[in-house]
């Protein structure tokens, strides 16, 4: 069966659908994944810049490769985006869950985004907790300022910090309500978001999910954990999923 056809009908049919979302999505709007061969965390250690307590230590230092990582996620959405956005209208995805910080599903039009990671593109004053966007900092002096005294820190997280306890709460529940999950862009490999997941797929306390993966390979999960993978583009897959439950539906 062609699996864009079996996706549009599986969606269709779902009672409540969630998407969980990580850089593969992003990276064809031109933001890198930092993870990869050439990416951020390949110039600079992800010990000494990627940690919370280095930016406690030098927040000048880290707000420089944080310069370079914020320039780097100028960025627009691409037609995956649009399309959960879409879907969302629809009424077939009830929410995205993203390990992105790059508000990329937000400026697409998405209402209901859980922040996994939190936001870059805002910044969270240390010290009176007022937030801001991004655009509204000075980058040429570092670190940046609040008008308060306090230091500027992206409202997003550094290793070492904990999950926003309401989105991971929320997260959590939506994983265990939900009965389909789209797995995009992600190898759902990281801790705590791989969990996810598994809670979509059931146990025996809960009727079992169905997982769905579009990735441009197969992961850690494919044939475990979800019952069929699109390999290939997000912005490529999303756009025929949409237009297919569309024929279907009509």
């Known amino acids: 069966m062609n699996l864009i056809k079996k996706a549009a009908e599986d969606i269709s049919k779902a009672k409540?659908?969630?998407a969980l979302t990580g850089a593969g999505i992003s990276t064809e709007s031109g933001i890198p994944d930092f993870r990869s061969k050439d990416g951020l965390w390949s110039r600079y250690d992800i010990n000494e810049y990627g940690h919370i307590d280095s930016f406690k230590k030098n927040p000048a230092k880290v707000w420089m490769m944080l310069r370079e990582m914020i320039s780097l996620m100028?960025?627009?959405?691409?037609?995956?985006?649009?399309?959960?956005?879409?879907?969302?209208k629809m009424g077939y995805i009830n929410a995205v869950i993203t390990q992105n910080v790059d508000n990329l599903h937000q400026e697409a039009g998405s209402k209901n985004?859980?922040?996994?990671?939190?936001?870059?593109?805002?910044?969270?004053?240390?010290?009176?907790?007022?937030?801001?966007?991004?655009?509204?900092?000075?980058?040429?002096?570092?670190?940046?300022?609040?008008?308060?005294g306090g230091i500027l820190k992206p409202d997003g997280i550094f290793f070492g910090e904990?999950?926003?306890?309401?989105?991971y709460l929320k997260s959590v529940?939506?994983?265990?309500?939900?009965?389909?999950?789209?797995?995009?862009?992600?190898?759902?490999?990281?801790?705590?978001?791989?969990?996810?997941?598994?809670?979509?797929?059931?146990?025996?306390?809960?009727?079992?999910?169905?997982?769905?993966?579009?990735?441009?390979?197969?992961?850690?999960?494919?044939?475990?954990?979800?019952?069929?993978?699109?390999?290939?583009?997000?912005?490529?897959?999303?756009?025929?999923?949409?237009?297919?439950?569309?024929?279907?539906?009509?």
């Open 16 to 18: 409540m659908g969630i």
């Open 162 to 167: 904990a999950i926003p306890r309401n989105a």
């Open 74 to 88: 100028n960025a627009e959405p691409n037609p995956a985006h649009y399309a959960l956005a879409e879907l969302e």
């Open 113 to 148: 985004v859980i922040e996994f990671h939190g936001n870059f593109k805002r910044v969270v004053c240390t010290r009176c907790g007022k937030k801001k966007g991004v655009d509204k900092i000075d980058m040429e002096n570092l670190p940046p300022m609040c008008e308060c």
């Open 173 to 250: 529940a939506l994983a265990t309500k939900c009965d389909l999950m789209l797995v995009i862009g992600t190898s759902a490999s990281v801790y705590p978001a791989s969990q996810l997941p598994y809670l979509a797929k059931g146990s025996l306390t809960k009727p079992k999910g169905i997982v769905i993966e579009i990735n441009k390979e197969t992961t850690d999960i494919t044939g475990i954990v979800s019952d069929y993978i699109i390999e290939g583009k997000a912005g490529e897959i999303l756009p025929k999923i949409v237009e297919e439950i569309k024929s279907i539906t009509s």
